[in-house]
């Protein structure tokens, strides 16, 4: 094969941030929004990325008498691109030899908003060198590949729930484990009516995540049944996902918000992005991901008005929904494919 180009899509989750990391379940949704790769084989042996959507977190830039200097942290750049990097890497490894390639990458989910877009970029690039080099991995060695891809780049403060969901697709329980990570899918899961709002900061996860294991080794005993509980809501909302229940779905949902503001992870923002989704008639809302900035997620029926009641308030509504399919392949081309002008030539 030529070029392939593979998709994978993004996540939110309805219950269960935090806690995941600690070992308790998690309910996550895969979103119809995605990142595309787009592999070509080269003629030498290079292999080139173009990252086209990467954004440059912290980039500084400033005119003084020596000119233009930069003030980049460029280790964000380096940990975006290890998502790359490292599947291509596995790849490389279980087919026994390099192959030169031009990667690109392309997102439709904003960089840094706690949507998935690294875990999705990795996911489609796992699949597409599969694809490409004819290596027929399925989807839980893929998982397996970008699980231990995340878990490096985020240096273990981490769960692979985005990992899980951009390569499943669906509505999965995801739970972390020393003896293998789980995913459940809920089968026929109802299209839930939902609106997520970007508070327009993106947070840091692995510093929120160190917050709330800091807050855990200090308070060991009260975080850790504040953790339990936010597990427990995880599996009685599943049943609930299952069950087509929107108002008890609605209901967990602001408990598991409420355990997340006692672990710290709340912003003003945040806080009032929520309080308006819930007076505009959300049946819940809550913080999706790690807090500290970046998005909310609220299950709406009337998705209209909890839209304008985020904008009114300063964020920016992404109205979605679920994406049933998780990584996928969208094209192929071989040399030997006979495109469909020569079809018309040669009469086949
Ligand atoms: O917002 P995100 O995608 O960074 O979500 C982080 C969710 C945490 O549970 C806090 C960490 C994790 O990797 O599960």
Request: proline share 3%.
């Amino acid at each position: 094969m030529d070029v392939v180009t593979t998709s994978a899509p993004g996540k939110a989750f309805l219950f269960g941030e935090h806690a995941v990391v600690h070992g308790e379940p998690a309910l996550a949704i895969a979103i119809s929004t995605r990142s595309f790769i787009t592999m070509q084989k080269r003629a030498d042996s290079k292999v080139n990325i173009l990252a086209k959507d990467l954004s440059i977190r912290n980039l500084q830039v400033s005119y003084g008498e020596r000119g233009v200097e930069f003030d980049t942290d460029y280790s964000s750049v380096q940990d975006a691109l290890a998502f790359v990097r490292l599947p291509m890497q596995a790849a490389f490894a279980d087919a026994g030899k390099e192959i030169g390639l031009d990667i690109t990458t392309t997102s439709d989910l904003l960089a840094g908003t706690g949507l998935g877009s690294s875990a999705s970029i990795s996911v489609a690039t796992a699949l597409a060198a599969s694809e490409m080099m004819n290596l027929g991995w399925d989807n839980n060695k893929i998982f397996e590949v970008c699980r231990e891809t995340k878990f490096k780049v985020e240096r273990g403060a981490a769960s692979a729930t985005d990992i899980s969901l951009a390569t499943f697709g669906g509505v999965c329980l995801y739970r972390k484990s020393n003896k293998g990570d789980t995913t459940e899918k809920i089968e026929n899961a109802p299209p839930l009516p939902l609106v997520i709002g970007y508070s327009g900061t993106a947070g840091k996860s692995e510093e929120m995540v160190r917050h709330v294991m800091r807050l855990r080794e200090k308070y060991p005993e009260e975080v850790s049944e504040i953790i339990r509980a936010i597990g427990r809501i995880s599996l009685r909302g599943a049943k609930a996902v299952a069950e087509n229940n929107l108002a008890e779905v609605g209901e967990l949902m602001n408990i598991n918000q409420g355990l997340l503001d006692a672990l710290g992870v709340n912003t003003l923002k945040l806080s009032e992005l929520i309080y308006a989704a819930r007076q505009a008639r959300a049946l819940g809302a809550k913080i999706s991901g790690a807090g500290g900035g970046k998005c909310m997620i609220c299950l709406a029926p009337e998705q209209e008005l909890v839209k304008s009641a985020i904008e009114m308030y300063g964020g920016t509504p992404i109205v979605t929904s679920i994406s049933k399919d998780g990584a996928r392949v969208e094209k192929h081309k071989t040399s030997i494919e006979i495109s469909e002008e020569s079809k018309k030539v040669l009469g086949v």
